[in-house]
């Protein structure tokens, strides 16, 4: 069995709470710079090497990739001549959302039934999760629930062997169980951070589903979402529908497969 197929299998068991290094932490991030850098491009030695001081560092793996995902926000708001071409184009920036979590995490939150000793922190009170959009527990428990429906989708694909979705379940069920951590211990959350980690998670499991599915299937699933927009599709501009062809579709696949939304807006 491969590392992937054993990882999956570890996300089941454990209800969605696989340990964060059950998918290689350098391929994750090896596969979030590849995929914005657009094309396939070996990493280098020093890359690596620059991947194993982030992780010697202590920058947990859902810091170093939304990073990674700014510093190619901000490039691609700005286009160059020159192309990315090294992991070391987002180091400032991984460092920069490092500083920002250990911020956060000044006088972490102790869990429900930790003491502050256990916590490994001061026992402070949970004036951190004023200015939250919701109340502390309630984003706890969306969190939870979102990780539980990750492992039972994944449960129902993983007797059908390994594959593209199989894969992307188990990885955003490892990484929903780090949020869900961080997000428990923080001093001061931060839910639009939150948000844009719940949304890139999503939008893996959205590339997973396209990739996996039969064309058939996917086929189907759009033309049932196009004949739910044909009575308006004659008001509407160009991008705007084929935008909304694209959420209807996701929506459809993430409903067939069991995938609960993860993100805030869903509350």
């Given at each position: 069995?491969?590392?992937?197929?054993?990882?999956?299998?570890?996300?089941?068991?454990?209800?969605?709470?696989?340990?964060?290094?059950?998918?290689?932490?350098?391929?994750?991030?090896?596969?979030?710079?590849?995929?914005?850098?657009?094309?396939h491009l070996l990493l280098s030695?020093?890359?690596?090497?620059?991947?194993?001081?982030?992780?010697?560092?202590?920058?947990?793996?859902?810091?170093?990739?939304?990073?990674?995902?700014?510093?190619?926000?901000?490039?691609?708001?700005?286009?160059?001549?020159?192309?990315?071409?090294?992991?070391?184009?987002?180091?400032?920036?991984?460092?920069?959302?490092?500083?920002?979590?250990?911020?956060?995490?000044?006088?972490?939150?102790?869990?429900?039934?930790?003491?502050?000793?256990?916590?490994?922190?001061?026992?402070?009170?949970?004036?951190?999760?004023?200015?939250?959009?919701?109340?502390?527990?309630?984003?706890?428990?969306?969190?939870s629930e979102c990780r539980d429906?990750?492992?039972?989708?994944?449960?129902?694909?993983?007797?059908?062997?390994?594959?593209?979705?199989?894969?992307?379940?188990?990885?955003?069920?490892?990484?929903?169980?780090?949020?869900?951590?961080?997000?428990?211990?923080?001093?001061?959350?931060?839910?639009?951070?939150?948000?844009?980690?719940?949304?890139?998670?999503?939008?893996?499991?959205?590339?997973?589903?396209?990739?996996?599915?039969?064309?058939?299937?996917?086929?189907?699933?759009?033309?049932?979402?196009?004949?739910?927009?044909?009575?308006?599709?004659?008001?509407?501009?160009?991008?705007?529908?084929?935008?909304?062809?694209?959420?209807?579709?996701?929506?459809?696949?993430?409903?067939?497969?069991?995938?609960?939304?993860?993100?805030?807006?869903?509350?």
């Amino acid at each position: 069995m491969t590392n992937r197929a054993e990882a999956a299998r570890a996300a089941v068991e454990t209800g969605g709470r696989a340990p964060l290094n059950y998918f290689n932490y350098f391929t994750e991030i090896e596969d979030a710079f590849i995929r914005r850098r657009g094309r396939h491009l070996l990493l280098s030695p020093m890359d690596w090497a620059l991947m194993t001081t982030w992780k010697e560092l202590g920058v947990p793996l859902h810091v170093a990739l939304r990073g990674i995902e700014k510093s190619f926000d901000s490039y691609e708001s700005k286009p160059r001549k020159r192309t990315v071409k090294t992991l070391f184009y987002c180091d400032e920036e991984v460092r920069a959302q490092f500083a920002e979590w250990l911020e956060s995490q000044t006088g972490a939150h102790v869990p429900a039934g930790e003491s502050a000793a256990e916590g490994g922190a001061a026992g402070a009170s949970d004036e951190g999760g004023r200015g939250l959009p919701f109340p502390r527990e309630v984003i706890a428990a969306h969190l939870s629930e979102c990780r539980d429906g990750l492992a039972r989708a994944l449960g129902k694909r993983s007797g059908a062997g390994e594959d593209a979705l199989t894969e992307a379940l188990a990885r955003a069920a490892a990484r929903l169980g780090e949020l869900a951590e961080d997000f428990e211990r923080a001093a001061r959350p931060d839910a639009e951070l939150l948000e844009s980690s719940l949304t890139d998670l999503e939008s893996l499991i959205d590339r997973a589903l396209r990739s996996a599915l039969s064309d058939e299937e996917v086929g189907a699933a759009r033309a049932e979402a196009a004949e739910q927009l044909r009575p308006y599709k004659a008001r509407m501009e160009r991008a705007t529908y084929e935008q909304t062809l694209d959420n209807l579709l996701a929506k459809s696949l993430r409903e067939a497969n069991g995938v609960p939304r993860l993100s805030l807006f869903y509350l």
